[in-house]
Nanobody, 124 residues
Framework: QVQLVDSGGGLVQAGGSLKLACAASGRTVTFSTYAMGWFRQAPGKEREFVATINWSGSITFYADSVKGRFTISRDNAKNTGYLQMNSLKPEDTAVYYC???????????????WGQGTQVTVSS
């Protein structure tokens, strides 16, 4: 079992930046073997894919809506993943969730463990 804790959300003005973190505990020896993804869910909308990174950090993939503005990364020695968000827009407002799983995937159902979510609010 892997427990994930999301942090780093907050209120920021449009054009600003935030860096989210996803800290793993429990069976952390396996964290480095998992792919990691970030998803988000805005009020009244379905959860959507944001970014994913493979187990080693050598491969990343982004949703078109965040490409060029967000960067996903991980530090396996610290059992922690990150999402650097720059040039934030009001439409980025959502609860952001990290997740880990065996598949490098854009699909939420391919991830086995999820964080509790962290709120990101971007004001115009």
């Amino acid at each position: 079992q892997v427990q994930l804790v999301d942090s780093g959300g907050g209120l920021v003005q449009a054009g600003g930046s935030l860096k989210l973190a996803c800290a793993a505990s429990g069976r952390t020896v396996t964290f480095s073997t998992y792919a990691m993804g970030w998803f988000r869910q805005a009020p009244g909308k379905e959860r959507e894919f944001v970014a994913t990174i493979n187990w080693s950090g050598s491969i990343t993939f982004y949703a078109d809506s965040v490409k060029g503005r967000f960067t996903i990364s991980r530090d396996n020695a610290k059992n922690t993943g990150y999402l650097q968000m720059n040039s934030l827009k009001p439409e980025d407002t959502a609860v952001y969730y990290c997740a880990v799983g065996n598949s490098f995937s854009t699909r939420a159902n391919n991830y086995d463990y999820w964080g509790q979510g962290t709120q990101v609010t971007v004001s115009s």
